[in-house]
């Protein structure tokens, strides 16, 4: 039985998490009935916007072709009391993997690369002894030994070129020996990206758009915040920090990285990510557009003895669909956004928010694949404890470098610092506690006297020590 990917939790991949909530859009139209798994969905979303996890919320869901929900929920500019609005602009981030994958997969279905070829071929900066096995099946991967965060400067806003963040990514080398395990990194996809340029003999960014988003009619779909698109439809970005969302990002300023990036980078709207998604779940070809061929969709979403959970840059959700299915597949991006495709059912959802931190994006597949019977739910016995076993664990803790607060909730504890949004945890005994969605418990290790000094953090196969700081002692 599989579960969400952890490709999807690579937001804590520093340690961390979160869990959150905010305020519903005052205008929202009335539904026809829902499916019960879509009205879950919508009800779940609303949760989230109305108890502050996200500031706003656009969720589309689309069944057989056709629209069964298109809501906005919450805030564009809390700031200035600008409500979210349908067709909305949104920087979707990791998002733009695909259409890079995409891009690759197109270049060698014409004869023009293969994905066994060494990286090297094509880029000359990989031609060293740290680089030179490297595949382009490995960059797709993610099993290239590159890790996140991926550049030596620390962040690729801090390079003038893709082609100058490249050049010092491979240089470096990968941290870990090629083909042998999965790391997720923005370093394999700006590879994959300086690849489609060199091979293609145009940017990146030209080629999605001229043979992506002009064949499928993405006229709201946009790699480069020039002329195009008007600022004003564009969502502002917020951050939690300090206990609360901030700005980090105004639609008037300037990107934080002057180069299209090929890991990130795109701005689209939920539709336009529709027809994208389409594409793939239909094998490559929707109303006489063909992209791919059917047998190179279906290998792009078949995993890997490496990792069960992650495709040709694409994450694979659940891969037990039945006979000729196409798993549950999808993406994510660091702000808060989702598209995930339910082939079985012919179905998409889509979840964009811009509200970055919030985990809310990496719990929602779980809720989708428990709605349609994929997983079976946790089994949460809904315990009441005592105030006064809530308050041997309340208190600071250092997870890591970080000092971390421990808090009771109305129905558990949760996780808590002040620049992530809470996790809420929910007892399973008077010791172990686990998060709804996502594999990650604490288990609090008492004395014989019954005070509490320590915790051990589970987040899915590995386990940390948290220790309570000198102050609560």
Same mark, same amino acid.
């Given at each position: ?49 109305? $108890? ?22 919450? #805030? ?19 998002? $733009? ?115 992506? =988003? ?9 790699? $480069? ?43 689209? &709207? ?43 840059? #694409? ?5 037990? $669909?039945?006979?000729?299915? @196409?798993? !549950? ?8 956004? @989702?598209? !995930? ?21 990496? =719990? ?18 809904? @315990? ?32 808590? &610092?002040?620049?992530? !949004? ?52």
């Amino acid at each position: 039985m599989n579960r969400p990917g952890k490709t999807g939790r690579r937001a804590l991949i520093g340690l961390m998490i979160s869990f959150f909530s905010f305020a519903c859009h005052p205008g929202e139209k009335p539904q026809s009935p829902l499916p019960g798994w879509a009205g879950a969905i919508q009800n779940q979303v609303k949760t989230w916007v109305d $108890t502050e996890s996200v500031l706003g919320a656009d969720l589309l869901i689309i069944k057989d072709g056709r629209t069964l929900l298109h809501n906005v929920y919450g #805030w564009n500019d809390v700031d200035e009391n600008i409500p979210l609005e349908k067709n909305r602009l949104f920087r979707i981030h990791s998002m $733009t993997k695909p259409f890079t994958g995409t891009a690759v997969l197109m270049l060698a279905e014409e004869g023009r690369l293969d994905v066994e070829d060494r990286v090297s071929k094509y880029l000359p900066a990989f031609q060293n002894d740290k680089c030179r096995e490297i595949t382009i099946r490995q960059l797709l991967e993610h099993t290239s030994g590159f890790r996140q965060p991926a550049y030596p400067r620390g962040s690729i806003d801090l390079y003038d070129s893709l082609e100058e963040a490249v050049a010092d990514l491979a240089q470096h080398g990968p941290h870990f020996p090629p083909g042998e395990e999965y790391h997720y990194s923005d370093g394999d996809s700006a590879s994959l990206g300086l690849i489609v340029t060199r091979v293609s003999g145009m940017p990146v960014e030209r080629f999605i758009e001229e043979r992506i =988003f002009l064949p499928l009619g993405m006229t709201d779909s946009f790699c $480069t915040l020039g002329e195009e698109p008007d600022r004003a439809r564009v969502c502002d970005t917020y951050l939690w920090r300090e206990g609360k969302y901030q700005k980090l990002w105004d639609n008037h300023d300037e990107p934080e990285t002057p180069f299209f990036r090929a890991s990130g980078g795109i701005v689209t &709207s939920v539709e336009d990510y529709a027809k994208f998604l389409s594409i793939w779940l239909n094998r490559g070809e929707k109303d006489g557009v063909r992209l791919i061929s059917e047998p190179v969709a279906s290998a792009a979403l078949a995993t890997n003895d490496i990792h069960p959970a992650y495709g040709w840059h #694409w994450e694979i959700y659940h891969s037990d $669909t039945g006979p000729d299915s @196409l798993p !549950v597949f999808g993406h994510g991006g660091s702000s808060g956004t @989702l598209a !995930v495709a339910l082939p079985r059912e012919n179905a998409m959802v889509f979840y964009f928010t811009q509200s970055r931190g919030t985990l809310t994006a990496n =719990f929602l597949p779980t809720l989708i694949l428990e709605e349609l019977g994929y997983v079976e739910p946790k089994n949460i016995p809904g @315990l009441k404890l005592s105030d006064e076993i809530y308050t041997k664990y309340t208190g600071d803790f250092i997870i890591g470098r970080e000092t971390w607060m421990v808090e009771p909730t109305a129905n558990g504890l949760c996780l808590k &610092s002040g620049r992530l !949004v809470p996790i809420e945890f929910l007892p399973v005994s008077d010791t172990e506690f686990v998060q709804r969605f996502m594999d990650m418990k604490l288990e609090f290790i008492r004395s014989d006297d019954g005070r509490c000094d320590s915790f051990i953090f589970f987040i899915d196969d590995r386990e940390v020590e948290a220790r309570r700081t000198g102050r609560d002692r």
